[in-house]
């Protein structure tokens, strides 16, 4: 078989279900007919462009492995969080997933359903295992044992349309501090410009805020200690006060109309569209807005700026202090060694710098972002490289119970439904329940 009809055999395949464990016969696919190892794989994809570059790399793999049939399932945000959990307790289980690292693998490990990677990736005086920076790969070890693949890494920044900066006579270098970004909010209601896309029905959205808010008032200190149970734990006068500033954000109603039932793709449809002059997002921000535009084009990426998260005057955190993804690939129990094979390939230096010029990723492998063309996306990686604390999502650290009360909680006090002692009290409890 040709790598074009390969190629386009597993564009066929796109969405096939998981459970399907039978290989397809095409007209001249004797080879891949006869398939005897299917490896499935579950990602969270949404972008047409970035699919094609995953099709690509399994064609390839599967050209020089005739005998592996690589199926591919991409789903939307939430329902891949929806679905995994019960596919990991069945026989319909995928090889490997994307993971978004923190306490929501920490306990996938604990119930047994994951393979632990540590002997493979330091076999050969751990050949596999140096292909990646060491920060990420210890952020996917617990207890001394490897749970995921490094994949990504990526940081929450604030994206502007120039545009409407410059109809609202603002300079987005003059926004440092959180006073100077609520000052900005009211410039733009004031000039009849809607200031930030929110997206209030998804929750994790929002709770970007909330999260920086803890970082720049408390610093790392403040919140190991809460995330430990140690100290005052989430009644530290710090988050307090973190959220009693996301309370007075909310007060300005700074979010298009609807917010609170705005899913994260309609969230970056709204900035795509120009409907809102900023958006506080991933890496990637640029490449999904014009998706999810209404005119599948979006914004112009000349037309798009970025800045950090401003700092809280008297705070202890740092701009420099960081919040995003360490995300990697975790791999269920019963994979198959071609399984695994087939994801070190496309963890390569090598196949991670395509990504990394795709404009897809931020890459964990080394040297791999040396492939990076889009200059928001190198300016993110240059972020990255100068993060004096890098912070995975605090939903995801914390784990699964108590990062929904954080997402919960950062909703509602935006919405004025909550105040911030007693956000900061149910996830304290939370905690405590763990």
Avoid: C
Avoid at 190 to 201: D, K, L, N, Q, S
Avoid at 334 to 347: E, I, K, M, Y
Avoid at 362 to 373: C, D, Q, R, V
């Amino acid at each position: 078989m040709t790598q074009d009809q390969r190629m386009a055999l597993t564009r066929a395949k796109r969405f096939i279900h998981l459970g399907a464990l039978t290989a397809l016969a095409v007209s001249g696919g004797a080879g891949l007919a006869s398939a005897q190892t299917v490896v499935k794989w579950m990602h969270v994809e949404t972008v047409p462009a970035y699919i094609e570059v995953w099709e690509e790399i399994a064609a390839a793999y599967e050209q020089e492995h005739p005998d592996v049939d690589v199926q591919l399932q991409f789903l939307e945000n939430e329902a891949f969080k929806a679905k995994l959990p019960t596919l990991l307790q069945s026989d319909a289980a995928p090889d490997f997933f994307y993971s978004w690292g923190g306490g929501v693998l920490r306990q996938q490990s604990q119930t047994g359903a994951l393979m632990d990677l540590t002997e493979p990736m330091n076999a050969d005086g751990g050949a596999w295992a140096k292909d990646y920076k060491p920060a990420a790969l210890n952020g996917l070890t617990y207890d001394g044992k490897v749970y995921a693949v490094p994949y990504r890494m990526g940081t929450i920044s604030f994206y502007y349309n120039k545009e409407l900066f410059q109809k609202a006579g603002l300079n987005a270098d003059d926004i440092k501090t959180w006073d100077d970004f609520l000052a900005a909010v009211t410039t733009l209601k004031e000039a009849g410009i809607t200031p930030i896309a929110g997206g209030g029905g998804d929750k994790w959205p929002l709770h970007f805020y909330w999260s920086y808010l803890v970082m720049r008032n408390g610093g790392q200190e403040v919140f190991e200690n809460a995330k430990n149970n140690e100290g005052e734990g989430f009644l530290d006068p710090a988050i307090i006060k973190a959220g009693e500033q996301l309370a007075e954000l909310g007060k300005l109603e700074p979010f298009q109309g609807g917010y609170l039932g705005a899913s994260w793709p309609q969230t970056l449809g709204v900035f795509g569209d120009g409907r809102a002059a900023m958006l506080l997002g991933f890496e990637h921000t640029e490449a999904n807005q014009r998706t999810n535009a209404g005119d599948g084009k979006g914004l112009a990426p000349e037309n798009i700026g970025r800045f950090p998260f401003p700092v809280v005057e008297g705070g202890a955190g740092k701009v420099t202090d960081t919040l995003g993804g360490l995300n990697g690939w975790a791999v269920t129990k019963n994979a198959s060694p071609a399984a695994v094979d087939f994801l070190r390939f496309f963890t390569s230096p090598e196949q991670e710098q395509k990504m990394a010029a795709a404009g897809m990723i931020i890459p964990a492998a080394t040297g791999a972002e040396e492939g990076l063309k889009n200059p928001l996306m190198r300016e993110a990686a240059d972020q990255l490289a100068a993060s004096t604390w890098h912070q995975n999502f605090f939903d995801q650290d914390l784990g699964p119970s108590v990062g929904r009360v954080v997402n919960d909680v950062s909703v509602e006090i935006l919405a004025g439904q909550m105040s911030p002692e007693e956000g900061a009290q149910m996830i304290q409890d939370a905690r405590e329940l763990e």
